[in-house]
């Protein structure tokens, strides 16, 4: 099979319509130049150059060819490029798991990193709850998750804290402490009916919950536990307790639900992480840890 280097060859010399010259623009000599298209010519089993003693020209065969060598020569340069970037990242396909929780804001943010500084990486997103997808990053079949909950400590994962924010009241509508005039606070809550989060589904949220209080002293009703946060504004919405949820969630539109801000004691933020395997080589989960901002 003939080389890109005979390949190359023979376009020089077709587009010069000499050796000389043709050998020169290649920085070599003549003799192994035209050595290289005989060599070209016997493989192909056809004539591509006619030769005289002061010109050259091509042959029919020649010139369909040549139209075929510079399509080929492009793609091997195409090749080339294309495994450059992938080898920095800048092109390539990255699974990219998330919970609910991080879809209300974060996972756009993300997702606009990509578009403006990775614009050929392919994002394969995957809703998924924490747990499956720490399994995910376990096997492989996921890159790069984003997950509410505290720092992960396992051997074969990297995670570092990607958003941080505060902790707000959602109150129904027609509830006393959505109309008061002053700053809501944890005692508010002591005896009020409270929309919690399960602590298997939802063991960050529900932790933290349970901390808040208890630290503050005071005793709300739990009259129903659910693990998602749009779930747990929906009956808010119907007015079946108030809550307490992340910041990001105010992107929800419950028509019946007043968000507002909480003093709460020391730093309850809810943080948001990004986890990866360890030894995870796709170039692309590389590049994009680098992109995104670092807190």
Sequence with gaps: MFSLFQLNGFVAVAEELHFGRAAERLRMTQPPLSRQIQLLENELGVTLLARGH?????????RAFLVEARRLLHQAEQAARTAQSASTGEIGSLALGFTAASAYR??????????????????????????????????????LGMMVRPPIRRDDLESRIYVREPLIAAIPMGHALAKSPGPITVADFDGESVIMYRPAESRYFHDLLTSIFRNAGSTPVFSHYLSQIHSVLALVNAGFGLSLVPAAATQLRYPDVVFRTIELPGSNQVELSLVWRRNNDNPALAALLDNLPRR
Excluded: C, F
């Design 54 to 62: 002061r010109a050259v020209r091509l042959t029919r065969a020649g």
């Design 106 to 143: 974060t996972l756009g943010a993300v997702l606009e990193v990509v578009r403006k500084n990775l614009p050929g990486v392919e994002i394969i997103l995957r809703e998924m709850r924490k747990n499956e997808q720490l399994d995910a990053l376990s096997d492989g079949s996921l890159d």
